[in-house]
């Protein structure tokens, strides 16, 4: 059972640092390019997020 935790654990951080790292570099390409100023918002919001979650579950796993 604990196994099970530890990869489900694993995996929910790759996953949040791979949308983490996403919504940087879509961000950063968003903001230069000419669409509207809403997704460029939407995406850093995405990342702001990801950042907290990331934030968080250090914080709750650290030693």
Known sequence: MRRADG???RL???LLWILF???VA???ATSFADVS???PLSLGLLTTA???ALIA???RHRR
């Open 7 to 9: 990869t489900a654990r």
């Open 12 to 14: 929910r951080l790759s």
């Open 21 to 23: 790292a996403a919504g």
């Open 26 to 28: 879509s961000n950063a």
């Open 37 to 39: 100023p809403l997704v």
């Open 50 to 52: 990801s950042g907290v």
């Open 57 to 59: 579950h250090y914080r």
